[in-house]
């Protein structure tokens, strides 16, 4: 028995746990939550999944309350969901949460305006990987069967009637400097948790990168 729990047998109290209370606060944002939330995403669900990311991430639970829920609106917001198949993240730095919209948020965003399309992908050594920039891009990738690292990862974006796509690659050795110099949390961001994370990481620096020249839209 912790502490706690033995000074609130003392006082006849019940100790209630961070995840408890955390759940308690989460039914009382659920009607907020489904005045902004998409027609097809439910309140329920979207708290379903914050409460997993918090329950499951140590770290998470020492950030502020305040900058959970902020983050967790913000991905209400957006129409993004946290944790499930790389829509999004609500990462601890230090005392504060932070939503980050993954790659494949982000062209789920690009892919609901309608105006444009964009995509990415990861080359791994014995891929077939060939690309122009300049005045005639184009980007052509055969996967091959070897796995492990990957050597580049790519993003392509077409404007809706363009003629011609919007390309960046990247290799390897300048996302990992990319991540060097932008990295504030040394070990604990997000990328540095495993191959698969850098990987995600990599995508999303392409793709930001093409973002750039795809037409604007609020959500974006």
């Given at each position: 028995m912790t502490v706690a729990n033995l000074k609130a047998a003392a006082t006849g109290q019940v100790a209630v746990s961070p995840v408890a209370k955390f759940s308690a606060l989460l039914d009382k944002m659920k009607p907020q939550m489904a005045l902004a939330l998409p027609k097809h995403m439910?309140?329920?669900?979207?708290?379903?999944?914050?409460?997993?990311?918090?329950s499951t991430?140590?770290?998470?639970?020492?950030?502020?309350?305040?900058?959970?829920?902020?983050?967790?609106?913000?991905?209400?917001?957006?129409g993004l969901e946290p944790?499930?198949?790389?829509?999004?993240?609500?990462?601890?730095?230090?005392?504060?949460?932070?939503?980050?919209?993954?790659?494949?948020?982000?062209?789920?965003?690009?892919?609901?305006?309608?105006?444009?399309?964009?995509?990415?992908?990861?080359?791994?050594?014995?891929d077939v990987f060939v690309y122009q920039l300049g005045a005639?891009?184009?980007c052509r990738h055969k996967p091959g069967d070897c796995e492990g690292q990957f050597t580049h990862v790519y993003a392509i974006g077409?404007?809706?009637?363009?003629?011609?796509?919007?390309i960046e690659v990247w290799s390897r050795g300048k996302v990992e400097k990319h991540l060097k110099q932008y990295n504030k949390v040394g070990d604990r961001h997000y990328a540095r948790a495993s191959e698969n994370n850098f990987e995600m990481y990599?995508?999303?620096?392409?793709?930001l990168q093409v973002l750039k020249y795809m037409p604007s839209s609020i959500e974006l």
């Open positions: 439910n309140p329920d669900r979207m708290a379903r999944l914050a409460l997993t990311a918090f991430t140590p770290a998470l639970q020492e950030c502020s309350t305040q900058s959970i829920l902020g983050s967790l609106m913000v991905a209400v917001q957006l944790g499930i198949g790389g829509q999004g993240y609500l990462i601890p730095y230090k005392k504060t949460c932070t939503f980050v919209p993954g790659w494949k948020g982000l062209v789920d965003l690009v892919a609901r305006s309608g105006r444009a399309t964009v995509w990415t992908g990861v080359v791994f050594e014995g005639a891009p184009f077409r404007v809706r009637d363009a003629q011609m796509p919007v990599a995508r999303k620096v392409a793709l």
